[in-house]
């Protein structure tokens, strides 16, 4: 079997050549015994030798098809190999301008997303217009996040029906909501308390939804790249709000109520226009099995998109492409707090906050060139295959590494080459064990303190610095946050396309990422307590970047170490932010900042001990985390440790040496002959 698996897995000559190489040397060695269950699955499909010689394989009927591309003029004189590709449905190469479409897409609906952090934009009007006090803030804003306990049954909807049903409910959610409040601040409404929270709820599902849809379904699209995709996509979650800031200080900054209504408006827009391209064209890739599909789906089938899975872990995008997107990001985070910093310091009038504005909506404009399908953007379809070099992927393992170093050698790999061991557990089941509760304790943690300082900026140093903090400083701290935000993610991305580019047994588990953001957590709320007033910036900007950290480990890990029911885990990482904004901004910092202001006789708490009680709570708990990161840490490492010597046994109990020459790879195994003279083999 192991020829025509080759065949179908390397025709698409999409990798590097390195990683070719190894692909072809794993698949020809791999026993036959392994795959006798695909065996009524097999394709027809033939061979090209450098000489043009059309094999067959497995005895199945050549099309008898000469693709002028398949062969290369200097292709004996190289070894090099180009395969034939089938025109099977299911098994051709998969587009790269529609998988970094894909990717723009996903990264629209994460712009959306960070239009649930925006709430420091309108809070101060919102207490104005409707006299709100700041306990009624803390409950409009904590009243969104309690709406978050519906996302564990949609989480449910999404493994088992798949994304397309989870954008239907985001556009009947997100926009609608953004909607009543543009009516309500028009006065179209009578607006009070519980409608807003009411409003805030709407629009909070739906971008929770727009969240999981887009960025589940994207690590799916890409399984082997999730360091690179969640960095391109995550972020602009993170520098979203900052992008929608430098909008609203241009266009909605009016300080009337009518800007206010126009701003909702445009949060609407938005929100229908990523919600029906996410419909369009972010589904899910057709290896994936649906829960509703698991009664159903035929043997064959199931072998088909097995294989076919292989492919999508196998073809590595263009690494040009992702570093067009990287730049983008790059300048914007460059180019937001220095526009920020000047339009605040030099007080610029409405004619360059417009300028601004536009430039950054032209930059975060350019990531659909991404997706453009030019030849100069794709990677070399050529297969190379020198048969003296010895160097091998360094996505190999050991004993791909030394199967790299001797053609005849023997090799048997799986897809832990690719992707890092998974726990296969229901979530109904892990439940049951520490290891999930204390990963649910450390987002509780983390979440509590991005909650408590990102949502409450205006109010919170306001009290350190003992007077309300002007507009423009306000927009300057969402700016400088949302850089801060989208500059951890990146951060734990690189980190875990650093460590998956080692081989299987040297990667560093991913488990280690959750603890940046718990360190840098407890340093920055630390910092609260030894610097003065005009620093407190620096603080927000820890942590924002933490807050950063924790959204792409939380995406990573959970995509990463769980097999089965990722919608269900991711939302109820959602679960437990809602919790702790439940309970730490509102059951805490709302009471204790009321308590303080009414003793005042004001609305407005000057002083630091309105806030010092909250912090302290939270800065124990991320202590706490801590540990916590370090059980999950050691007990997903043992995991690894025991699969990589499982691996080991069944390389070393599944050995069954053959041979390939460098022109025909002829297969010196038990088997029927081929027309050509070689033996075939069996997938």
Request: aromatic share 10%.
């Amino acid at each position: 079997m192991a020829c025509s698996l080759r065949q179908c897995l390397l025709s698409y000559g999409v990798a590097e050549s390195a990683m070719l190489r190894e692909q072809v040397e794993e698949d020809v060695t791999t026993p036959v015994s392994e795959h006798e269950e695909e065996e009524e699955a097999a394709p027809t499909t033939h061979l090209l030798s450098p000489r043009g010689t059309v094999r067959l394989i497995d005895g199945y009927e050549s099309t008898g098809h000469r693709d002028t591309h398949c062969l290369s003029p200097d292709s004996r004189e190289r070894g090099s190999w180009i395969y034939h590709r089938p025109p099977i449905y299911g098994l051709q190469a998969l587009s790269e301008p529609k998988r970094f479409w894909q990717l723009v897409v996903g990264a629209l609906c994460c712009f959306v997303v960070s239009s649930s952090f925006t709430f420091n934009l309108y809070s101060g009007q919102l207490q104005a217009k409707f006299n709100f006090t700041q306990n009624d803030i803390t409950s409009i804003f904590t009243g969104s996040d309690v709406a978050g306990i519906l996302m564990l049954p949609l989480g449910a909807v999404y493994d088992k029906y798949g994304a397309r049903p989870v954008f239907i409910l985001a556009l009947l959610t997100q926009p609608v909501g953004a909607i009543l409040q543009a009516l309500t601040y028009d006065d179209f409404i009578k607006g009070n308390l519980y409608l807003f929270i009411f409003y805030s709820a709407l629009q909070a599902v739906g971008t929770w939804l727009l969240d999981t849809a887009a960025v589940m379904t994207l690590l799916s699209i890409f399984p082997s790249d999730k360091g690179p995709v969640v960095a391109l996509s995550k972020v602009i979650t993170g520098i979203g709000y900052g992008v929608i800031g430098a909008i609203h200080s241009a266009f909605f900054y009016g300080g009337e109520a009518k800007d206010t209504r126009n701003f909702f408006i445009f949060l609407a827009s938005i929100g229908v226009v990523a919600t029906v391209l996410g419909y369009m064209y972010l589904e899910d890739p057709p290896y994936v099995v649906k829960g509703s599909e698991v009664d159903t789906i035929t043997r064959k089938e199931r072998v088909t998109r097995r294989r076919l899975r292989r492919i999508y872990l196998r073809q590595r995008p263009s690494g040009l492409r992702f570093a067009i997107g990287f730049g983008i990001v790059a300048v914007l985070m460059v180019y937001l707090p220095v526009q920020a910093i000047v339009s605040m310091y030099f007080n610029l009038g409405h004619r360059y906050r417009v300028s601004f504005a536009c430039t950054t909506v032209a930059i975060l404009a350019l990531y659909p060139v991404m997706a453009l399908p030019l030849q100069c953007l794709e990677r070399s379809q050529s297969l190379i295959l020198p048969m003296t070099s010895t160097r091998c992927s360094e996505r190999s393992s050991c004993v791909s590494r030394a199967a790299s170093e001797s053609v005849g050698s023997v090799a048997c790999v799986d897809d832990l080459d690719y992707m890092a061991p998974q726990f296969h557990i229901k979530l109904a089941d892990n439940i049951k064990t520490l290891r999930f509760w204390a990963l649910m304790w450390t987002m509780f943690s983390l979440s509590g303190a991005e909650v408590l300082v990102l949502a409450n900026m205006r109010f919170l140093l306001a009290a350190f610095d003992g007077g309300l903090l002007a507009d423009t400083y306000v927009g300057y701290l969402l700016v400088l946050t949302s850089v801060g935000s989208g500059f951890g993610r990146i951060i734990l991305s690189l980190f875990e396309m650093v460590s998956q580019n080692r081989s299987a047994e040297e990667r560093i588990p991913i488990t280690a990422a959750l603890f940046v953001p718990a360190v840098v957590q407890v340093v920055a709320l630390s910092l609260f307590f030894v610097l003065p007033a005009p620093l407190l910036a620096i603080p927000c900007f820890l942590v924002s970047f933490a807050g950063g950290c924790s959204a792409a480990a939380s995406v990573i890990v959970v995509r990463t170490i769980f097999a089965s029911d990722v919608g269900k885990y991711y939302n109820c990482i959602t679960v437990a932010t809602v919790v702790s904004s439940l309970l730490i901004n509102r059951g805490l910092y709302g009471e204790v900042y009321t308590h303080e202001a009414m003793k005042e006789g004001k609305t407005i708490c000057l002083g630091r001990q309105c806030v010092i009680l909250p912090i302290i709570v939270v800065l124990v708990a991320c202590v706490s985390s801590l540990l916590a990161v370090g059980y999950i840490h050691r007990d997903y490492s043992q995991h690894c440790e025991h699969m990589f010597e499982l691996h080991k046994q069944r390389h070393a109990s599944n050995e069954a040496p053959v041979k390939a020459d460098h022109i025909g790879f002829n297969f010196k195994r038990s088997g029927k002959q081929s027309p050509a003279g070689g033996s075939a083999a069996n997938i």
